[in-house]
């Protein structure tokens, strides 16, 4: 990861800063037209929320006990879409905190076409911390708050696969 930079995220949190990673599109990814099918742009924000969370030192366990922080569930998604990714190749993921509440985080994301620079699409996504074992909402803890603040607050970030 390099520093960038300094962001801001908005109103709605004090903490500031992005955090850019690159997806792949793959070729089974595009649609009858040769572009890059509409659903497909949430799995790549997906998976650009996993590279932050490795970054904050959550990587992927699949036990619960072990890395509570991974377990969440997708309250919102919120996409629009500015030109079409035609054919295979990399994108930019630029992430903001958009708001932390005490259970859920949103998360505001640029993506553009990876080499151009020009915005393909814009959204958010919102999730909630879930309790593995009653599926209820359950507070972020004060560890991941702060990873979460110093991954984003100290500078902006860049992570390549």
């Known amino acids: ?64 006990a072990v ?11 919120r996409l629009a879409f500015r ?15 958009e708001h932390l509440g005490c259970t859920s985080l949103a998360m505001a994301f640029t993506v553009t076409a990876a080499g151009t620079g020009a915005t393909v699409a814009e959204g958010t996504r919102t999730v909630v911390h879930v309790d593995w074992g009653t599926r209820r909402p359950q507070p972020w803890s004060p560890e991941f708050r702060q990873r979460l603040h110093t991954l984003f607050s100290e500078h902006d970030l860049e992570a390549r696969p």
């Open 67 to 77: 890395r509570p922080e991974r377990h969440h569930v997708v309250a919102a998604v």
């Open 83 to 97: 030109r079409p990714v035609e054919g295979p190749g990399p994108l930019d993921i630029e992430q903001r905190v």
């Open 1 to 64: 990861m390099t520093a960038v930079g300094r962001g801001t995220a908005g109103p709605a949190t004090d903490i500031t800063g992005r955090y850019r990673t690159t997806t792949v599109v793959a070729w089974d990814e595009l649609d009858a037209l040769g572009v890059l099918h509409h659903a497909r742009f949430v799995v790549h924000a997906e998976r650009a929320f996993s590279r932050l969370l490795d970054a904050m030192g959550y990587a992927y366990h699949c036990d619960p």
